[in-house]
């Protein structure tokens, strides 16, 4: 049921705001720290692990993949609520903590990258297409539209 895949994310995110909680209170800072980061990691990892073990029906598929797709509107939302100016009149620590976050996603993306693979390229699909740019099959010529009535 979709019902199910959006009680995931409700379970993601009480996860979530909870440990963004806590994280905050570590950190000495008033606020949640990346709660809604937090949900979507662990949407996905949750995803990824109920595929795993063939526990994902279709419907719960499509709630789960409904909610990871408002992802950039619901922390848009999110972002909109935050005091941006109050966060950095609060020191530079606010600035490190920036540019360190997004130096760690630049270096977490690359490793993924490596660690992924690449799709084989040069699939079916491709041989005909590198035929007729190699010349060595004629291209097929463009079908043409006809009036109703013919000549």
């Not at 996905?44 to 526990?55: F, K, N, P, S």
């Not at 996603?105 to 491709?126: N, Y």
């Amino acid at each position: 049921m979709t019902v199910l895949g959006v009680a995931l994310l409700a379970l993601c995110t009480l996860v979530g705001v909870f440990l963004g909680d806590l994280l905050g209170i570590l950190l000495g800072v008033k606020a949640n720290v990346g709660g809604v980061g937090i949900a979507m990691m662990l949407l996905i990892a949750a995803r990824i692990w109920l595929m795993r073990h063939d526990r994902l029906g279709h419907a719960t598929k499509l709630g789960v993949e409904f909610w990871a797709s408002m992802y950039i509107p619901i922390v848009v939302a999110m972002a909109a609520q935050q005091n941006v100016v109050a966060a950095v009149s609060g020191g530079p620590i606010v600035i490190i903590a920036a540019v360190g976050s997004v130096l760690l996603c630049f270096a977490a993306t690359a490793l993924l990258g490596r660690i992924g693979g690449r799709p084989a390229r040069g699939g079916a699909e491709a041989e005909p297409a590198a035929a007729v740019i190699a010349g060595d099959v004629e291209a097929p010529s463009p079908v043409r539209p006809t009036t109703a009535g013919g000549r």
